[in-house]
């Protein structure tokens, strides 16, 4: 079973503030997914990323694939309380999106 | 156009209870996935299926069937519900392509 760890577990910070969310695993993913879960809610699907070192900007996200494809990170920018929720990370072993394997998660607050 | 619709949305069972959880989807999707969520452990892949007919393990398939008899209906039973059942269930769908959309989940509880 592949693994992906996310970090932190846990984040809160204040409105405005940037910060920066990982998600890091030993296999190599022919693609990696980012979702945002809000409470009562399931998961929505925010970027696929499919490139080594390929990054995408989805307005104040940024989302990076590493080189060697193993490896991910979430970057927000003025941070706002819209931008709370769980975020989890999901790598497709195989070309396709069939059974993804999920990270752990991050939940993120956002304090106004 | 209603997407991945789960019925129920809340369940309290006691244990060595069955039920079934129903999944349907609107977007003619051969892939459907039943998933649950505990907390610190992100999603963890019960069964699936790519296609009317078919159903295939996950990662923690153990107490659990399934059935897919129409393409766009997928079913998740408990024979004889236990306490470490107890979790919130997606069920979601994909073309095998496109990223997978989600219901909003069941929450079951089993005493």
């Known amino acids: 079973t592949q693994l992906l760890e996310q970090s932190p577990q846990f984040l809160s910070i204040q409105e405005g503030e940037n910060l920066t969310v990982y998600c890091n695993s030993s296999?190599?993913?022919?693609?990696l997914q980012w979702y945002r879960q809000e409470p009562g809610e399931g998961p929505v699907l925010l970027v696929t990323?499919?490139?080594?070192?390929e990054v995408k900007k989805l307005k104040r996200l940024t989302f990076q694939f590493g080189d060697a494809r193993k490896d991910s990170s979430l970057h927000i920018t003025a941070a706002q309380p819209g931008d709370t929720g769980l975020y989890l990370c999901?790598?497709?072993?195989?070309?396709?999106?069939?059974?993804?394997?999920f990270g752990t998660g991050t939940r993120l607050t956002i304090i106004p | 156009n209603a997407g991945v619709t789960q019925t129920p949305k809340f369940r309290v069972l006691k244990t060595g209870q069955s039920m079934t959880l129903l999944c349907a989807q609107d977007?003619?999707?051969?892939?459907m996935y039943w998933y649950r969520q505990d907390p610190g452990m992100g999603l963890r892949l019960i069964h699936y299926?790519?296609?009317?007919?078919?159903?295939a393990k996950g990662e923690v398939p153990d107490g659990y069937n399934v059935s897919r008899l129409k393409k766009q209906n997928f079913l998740l039973g408990l024979e004889s519900a236990a306490p470490s059942q107890t979790s919130v269930y997606f069920c979601?769908?994909?073309?095998?392509?496109?990223?997978?959309?989600f219901g909003d989940g069941t929450r079951l509880s089993i005493l």
């Open positions: 296999s190599v993913f022919s693609s």
């Open positions: 977007m003619n999707h051969e892939y």
């Open positions: 999901a790598g497709a072993p195989n070309f396709g999106n069939e059974k993804l394997t």
């Open positions: 990323v499919v490139t080594g070192g």
């Open positions: 979601a769908s994909s073309d095998g392509f496109q990223p997978q959309h």
């Open positions: 299926s790519v296609g009317e007919g078919t159903t």
